[in-house]
């Protein structure tokens, strides 16, 4: 069973630090992780809990608390020598620690040697309370990290920074005292919101691997205890205002007490540990005699996530009309009770603390402005009596809230588990890869057919569905399909938009956690496929056969429309026959490239081309993302001198709307955009698809646009790529000795004239593709018509630019052409990357 292993920098047994570690840690329990949690009481000095035995804290029976062995021997570690670092950190003087640094690196790396740990959870480990700890996990991570060969196995999460709770507590900036954040392959930072990733990079502008992590909260799992009120003694109509908090000065407890002294009828409850600091606690009791309000201090409550007997948070908010939150201004990082009152349905009220519009902007409450207003006014307890006691004001406000707290919870579990994914079934052998946005409509029939494979065990494969910003129910009729499927089915999520972006996303996905599989001597296999399309019963199985017999790198479908979509069409059905025919040929010899419909690549050969990449392109004066990711990277592969295999059995069938509702784009060649600019339109049919055949004229269109679109890439890219194509038996035969031999010897020349020496950067290939095309069409459509069939005819007509064009210097041009980057002509004259 895997170990998870949390350290916290807070030393207090219930804070929000710990309540957000249990949070992330439950995501982890549920996957079969152990959880050990160090709650730092031999890291921070103030709380004065140095080398004290775990007693009577509150945590949930999944968690084991634990500590560093062996940490009490070191000589010289102890809670004077912390305070006297924290001491020169104030100053500004950077302490020496070498010697107890390098003693406490080796005593966590033995302790998690000896628990057996797997992934590590660090909760404000960069403020600058134990200088030397700080230091020591640094070298421990990297140690044990580098042992065990775990790749990026540790989650930091910063809740306080210098800048933020007590800044006069760690010197100035740029804090020369402070360990500096470490780029290091094992580690994966986190900080609350944007300012705080602003104010950290801007401290630490090498950092890489930081993302915004909020804190998140979770519905309760079960109802509050009906007997908590009886327990306190509060009278069942008695109205409930809530507080979560530390009993200490900076929280501004007195707030609260002040403002029920506006709201008669209302008891406070304050769950807490009184003995934090019993001065302060005294203080706030003797205030509560004097304004003669009703307070209940009910001590440290078990937290929500708890499964124990005793009363919790969760009980609390079942029973309160209001939570509070009048903090100060500047000691708060995020404010998790009003995230927990926002999951549990109850409304909040707030101090406008310095960060609160950063993390709670858009959720709605009575926010006191304390810089105007120390105290609360009879104004904001009106505010506060009516969230009370309207019920429909409280309805309204408590749905309002939910909605977004429900969209920063789900982004933040699939952040999580995109850093960190889950664990691959050890008989898997191929991840298939689905981008989705907003196929609500199809989601369910697309798994469906992915999971109705004949002939392949449902342990052998997954579906990594990635979700790319679906605005409908895409992404719930998925996880409710996942809850049945056979097949294990991940859901994650893309926020750059692209289905390029999305496809890369769920490979990178797939290949993380492949490298982690039991048996790592199998080939595994990354598969593509498309949500408006449909993969026949063997799709897999055919695919991978093929892929297993000839250790090709990458394994093309055989795409395909259904003939009885177009009876009535016959013009059209001709024009994308025809073209199917030719690409049948082409594909048997050459193997052809992949499609987002449906390929399937080895793992090692996509990492060895550095996986899917990205290219942008100006549409409208804005970068959009190129759409032809799966054919650049199939042409990356086949550059860099790996096999592509034609599956012809492995069948895919195409969505046919694009035709049905774009024909004039489709047949006129711009379905893909236009002047080189790749790019689709979303096709989202509302009206019934067209019924009506093409014209005459337009199928000539249609068939001139769609053969120049194919055959530059299918019959003159693969031996452009490959020359020694063209040594083959079979390629020989199909362009007959002399052709491929002046074919050769005209690609050896283009490569020397334009100096080129492979053909890997995108579209690199098109000028070289376009030109051999224009100077051999004649004998290449010879050749088709003599292995496809005479209806595919003759070479559609050439440019108007040409006519004038003297023949013996046809070539000259074609180069002009082909390389006349401005005008997108050549660009356009092929159909733009695409037409059927």
């Known amino acids: 069973m895997p170990v998870l292993w949390g350290v916290s920098f807070d030393a207090t047994a219930m804070s929000g630090v710990v309540v957000e570690f249990l949070k992330t840690a439950k995501s982890f329990t549920d996957r079969g992780y152990r959880v050990h949690l160090d709650l730092g009481y031999d890291i921070k000095a103030d709380k004065d809990r140095f080398f004290t035995d775990y007693r009577h804290e509150r945590v949930p029976d999944w968690v084991t608390l634990d500590r560093v062995d062996g940490i009490a021997a070191i000589a010289g570690y102890h809670r004077e020598f912390v305070a006297a670092t924290l001491e020169s950190v104030r100053r500004d003087e950077v302490p020496d620690t070498e010697r107890v640094t390098a003693e406490l690196a080796a005593a966590i790396v033995r302790t998690w040697e000896d628990r057996g740990v797997d992934l590590v959870v660090v909760e404000n480990g960069t403020l600058p309370e134990n200088v030397a700890y700080t230091k020591a996990l640094y070298r421990a991570i990297a140690t044990y990290g580098a042992r065990h060969d775990l790749g990026r196995y540790v989650l930091w999460r910063d809740h306080d920074l210098m800048w933020q709770s007590e800044p006069a507590k760690y010197g100035s900036f740029p804090y020369p005292a402070t360990p500096p954040m470490v780029n290091s392959p094992h580690i994966h930072y986190f900080a609350l919101h944007e300012e705080a990733r602003r104010r950290t990079l801007e401290w630490m502008p090498h950092l890489r691997n930081l993302d915004v992590l909020p804190n998140t909260f979770t519905p309760p799992s079960r109802p509050g205890r009906p007997d908590f009120r009886q327990r306190y003694g509060i009278a069942p109509d008695t109205r409930l205002l809530a507080r979560c908090t530390r009993i200490i000065p900076q929280k501004r407890i007195d707030r609260d007490l002040h403002l029920l002294a506006h709201l008669p009828g209302t008891c406070l409850f304050v769950a807490g540990d009184t003995e934090e600091d019993p001065a302060e606690t005294a203080r706030l009791r003797a205030l509560a005699r004097e304004l003669q309000v009703d307070v209940v201090f009910g001590g440290v409550l078990e937290p929500c996530e708890s499964t124990g007997d005793g009363f919790s948070v969760r009980d609390l908010l079942a029973h309160a009309d209001v939570v509070s939150f009048l903090t100060s201004y500047d000691y708060e990082s995020f404010g998790n009770p009003v995230g927990e009152a926002i999951a549990a349905g109850v409304p909040y009220i707030a101090s406008r603390y310095a960060l609160y519009d950063t993390v709670y902007g858009g959720y709605e409450a009575p926010v006191l402005d304390i810089r105007e207003h120390d105290l609360p006014t009879a104004g904001f307890a009106r505010q506060v009596h009516e969230l009370m006691t309207d019920a429909e004001r409280r309805a309204h406000v408590v749905a309002h809230n939910r909605q977004l707290g429900t969209h920063t919870r789900e982004a933040a579990t699939e952040l999580v588990e995109t850093l960190f994914p889950p664990a691959m079934g050890p008989a898997v052998r191929a991840s298939v890869v689905l981008p989705v946005f907003d196929e609500a409509a199809n989601i369910e029939s697309v798994l469906r057919s992915l999971c109705d494979q004949e002939d392949a065990d449902p342990a052998t494969y997954e579906i990594v569905l990635v979700d790319n910003n679906s ?81 090709a790198a990458i394994g093309v479908c055989d795409y395909y429309y259904d003939a009885e979509h177009f009876v009535g069409r016959p013009r059209l059905w001709d024009a994308i026959q ?35 990449e990205i290219f942008y392109q100006l549409k409208d004066g804005r970068f959009v993302n190129h759409l032809s990711d799966d054919w650049d990277f199939g042409i990356r592969v086949a550059g860099s001198g790996h096999a592509i295999s034609y599956a012809p059995r492995s069948r895919v069938e195409i969505n046919p709307r694009r035709v049905d509702h774009a024909i004039d784009e489709v047949i006129a060649g711009r379905a893909y955009g236009t002047d080189g600019i790749i790019v689709m339109r979303d096709i989202r049919p509302e009206a019934p698809p067209s019924t009506a055949d093409l014209t005459a004229a337009e199928a000539l269109q249609a068939w001139e646009f769609s053969i120049k679109d194919f055959t530059p890439k299918n019959a003159v890219l693969p031996v452009l790529l490959t020359p020694s194509f063209l040594d083959e038996d079979a390629v020989v035969e199909f362009f007959g000795e002399d052709l491929a031999a002046r074919l050769g010897a005209r690609i050896a020349e283009i490569k020397a004239e334009m100096s080129v020496v492979d053909f890997l950067p995108i579209h690199s290939y098109k000028t070289p593709s376009y030109r051999l095309y224009l100077e051999f069409r004649d004998e290449i459509f010879a050749r088709l018509r003599a292995t496809v069939g005479e209806d595919i005819g003759f070479p559609p007509p050439l440019p108007e630019c040409f006519a004038d064009v003297p023949e013996h210097r046809f070539a000259e041009f074609v180069k002009y052409y082909c390389e006349d980057r401005e005008s997108g002509e050549a660009h356009n004259y092929f159909g733009n990357g695409g037409v059927f």
């Not at 040929?585 to 050969?605: C, H, I, M, Y």
């Open 578 to 612: 025809r073209t199917l025919r030719c690409r049948a040929v082409t594909f048997a010899l050459f193997g052809g490239f992949p499609d987002g419909k449906g390929f399937a690549v080895e793992r090692e050969a996509y990492e060895d081309v550095g996986g899917i």
């Open 471 to 551: 605005t409908d129910a895409t992404v719930e009729l998925a996880r409710r399909f996942a809850e049945t499927s056979p097949v294990e089915i991940h859901v994650i999520s893309e926020r750059e938009q692209g289905v390029a972006c999305a496809r890369r996303a769920g490979m990178e996905f797939a290949v993380r956690r492949s490298r982690n599989r039991q048996d790592p001597g199998d080939r595994f296999y990354l598969l593509s496929a498309d949500a408006d399309c449909r993969v026949d019963r063997r799709w897999l199985v055919e695919l991978l056969a093929v892929m297993d017999e000839e250790k």
